[in-house]
C-alpha cells in the first residue's frame, strides 16, 4: 500500500488506528498537538466495555497488557439520596464486563505499541485544505504542512478534519461538570471516601448531580453536574477557586455533609467542564480521501460509552484499510456505512442516560436503568 495515513489527534481513538495499521503492516502518523504524552493529565477512570473497547484493544492485540491495567472493586456501583441514604448498592462481581483502568495508562500501552517516531508531538493543526484527488494538506501552528492520501480526523470536539467533511459544530448541551479531587481520602476525608466506596458514586436530582469514582490509591474523582445555562456559568469567578467552590456548593445546600465534602474540600481547583454534542444522527457525504473517528464524528453527551466508541472507530477502520489496501476508498465507505448508524444508537442511548440522571424523576430512573426496571423503548 503506498498511500500514506495521517492521523490528526493522539487520542485513544487515533492510537487504536495506529496501532491496528501497525499490526497489519500499514504505515501512519499520528501529529498531536500536545508537546509530549506526559504534558497534562490524562483524565480519570474508563470503564471499557465488553461489546466494543475490548474488542479494539483485541484487535490491536493489546488485550493482555490492557488486562494487566485493570483496577479490582472499582465496577461497584452506589446511588445515594441528597440527604446520604444508601438507595442502590451494586458490588464489582468479578465478571469484568466493564473493567475500569486509568485512562492515562491507557493510553500509554497504546504509545508504546507503536513504533519509535510513529506520534509527532508538539504539532498543532492550524488548518487543512484539499488538493485534489482525494489528497489532503495539513498546515501546524509552526509553519510546516503534510500531504497526505487519507487524512483522519482523530482530533475531538473542536477537530481541525470536520469541516472537510460538513460545516456541522458542537453545541451546548445544557449541562456541565465541575471537575475536583480528593487524594489521601481514607486517612484524610473518611466520610466523603466511605459514602463513595469501592466504585463509582451517583448522588443525584433533577437537575444536578455529585458524582464520583475512587481512582488508583486513595484517589477520589468527583464530577459535580449542574443543568445551567453557560451565562449562569459565566458569573461563577473560576480564577478564584475558594468562590468558584462556595458558589457551585451553594447549589447543594442541605445536602448531606460526606457528599457536599467532595465539592467544598477539593484538593485541586474546581475545573469547568460544559458539555458540549454534535447532532443526533450527525453524518456526512463521502469526501474522497478524508474521514473522522471518535469525538470528532460523534461527539455526544457523556454515558461511558466516548472512550470505547473511539478505539472500536479506531479498530474498524483500521481494519477497513487492511481489508482494502488498493481501494481507499471502498475502504471508508465500508467504515462509514457501520460507522453512522453505531453512533446514532449511542448518540440515543447517551441522552437517554442523561435524562436517568438528571432528568425530573432522578435518581430512581437511574436505579430503574441499572436494575433493568427502565421500560423506555
Not at 472537510?164 to 451546548?172: G, I, Q, R
Not at 464530577?223 to 461563577?236: E, P
Not at 425530573?360 to 426496571?373: K, Q, R, W
Request: proline share 7%; aromatic share 6%; with cysteine.
Amino acid at each position: 500500500m503506498t498511500t500514506a495515513v495521517t492521523i490528526i489527534g493522539a487520542g485513544l481513538g487515533g492510537l487504536t488506528l495506529a496501532r491496528v495499521l501497525h499490526v497489519h503492516g500499514i504505515p501512519a502518523t499520528v501529529y498531536e498537538a500536545e508537546p509530549s504524552p506526559t504534558a497534562r493529565p490524562q483524565g480519570g477512570m474508563l470503564d471499557i466495555h465488553d461489546h466494543n473497547g475490548q474488542p479494539a484493544l483485541r484487535a490491536a492485540g493489546l488485550i493482555e497488557e490492557f488486562r494487566g491495567l485493570v483496577l479490582e472493586g472499582r465496577e461497584a456501583t452506589r446511588v445515594l439520596a441528597p440527604d446520604g441514604t444508601v438507595l442502590f448498592d451494586e458490588p464489582d462481581d468479578g465478571t469484568r464486563g466493564r473493567p475500569e483502568v486509568q485512562r492515562g495508562a491507557l493510553r500509554q500501552i497504546l504509545l508504546d505499541s507503536l513504533p519509535a517516531g510513529t506520534v509527532r508531538w508538539g504539532h498543532k493543526a492550524s488548518g487543512v485544505r484539499a488538493l485534489g484527488d482525494g489528497r489532503h494538506q495539513v498546515t501546524f501552528a509552526d509553519g510546516t504542512s503534510v500531504a497526505t492520501g487519507l487524512l483522519v480526523g482523530a482530533d475531538g470536539a473542536w477537530s481541525r478534519v470536520r469541516p472537510l467533511v460538513c460545516d456541522a459544530s458542537p453545541e451546548y448541551v445544557g449541562l456541565s461538570f465541575i471537575e475536583t479531587y480528593l487524594y489521601d481520602a481514607d486517612s484524610r476525608h473518611p466520610a466523603a471516601a466511605k459514602a463513595v466506596g469501592g466504585g463509582a458514586l451517583f448522588a443525584l436530582a433533577p437537575g444536578k448531580g455529585i458524582q464520583a469514582h475512587r481512582e488508583s490509591g486513595e484517589t477520589l474523582h468527583t464530577y459535580v453536574a449542574l443543568r445551567k445555562s453557560q451565562d449562569w456559568f459565566a458569573g461563577v469567578d473560576f480564577t478564584d477557586p475558594a468562590v468558584a467552590t462556595a458558589r457551585i456548593a451553594r447549589e447543594f445546600d442541605g445536602w448531606a455533609p460526606e457528599l457536599t465534602a467532595l465539592i467544598t474540600d477539593g484538593d485541586t481547583a474546581p475545573v469547568l467542564r460544559p458539555i458540549h454534542a454534535l447532532p443526533s444522527g450527525h453524518r456526512w457525504n463521502r469526501v474522497p480521501g478524508v474521514t473522522l473517528l471518535g469525538d470528532a464524528a460523534h461527539l455526544m453527551p457523556p454515558s461511558g460509552e466516548g472512550a470505547n466508541l473511539a478505539m472500536y472507530d479506531g479498530a474498524e477502520l483500521g481494519k477497513a484499510v487492511a481489508a482494502h489496501p488498493d481501494d481507499i476508498e471502498a475502504a471508508l465507505t465500508a467504515y462509514e456505512q457501520a460507522l453512522f448508524p453505531r453512533s446514532a444508537e449511542a448518540f440515543t442511548h447517551a441522552v437517554r442516560v442523561n435524562e436517568f440522571c438528571f432528568g425530573d424523576n432522578a435518581p430512581h430512573s437511574l436505579i430503574d436503568m441499572l436494575t433493568g426496571h427502565d421500560q423506555t423503548p
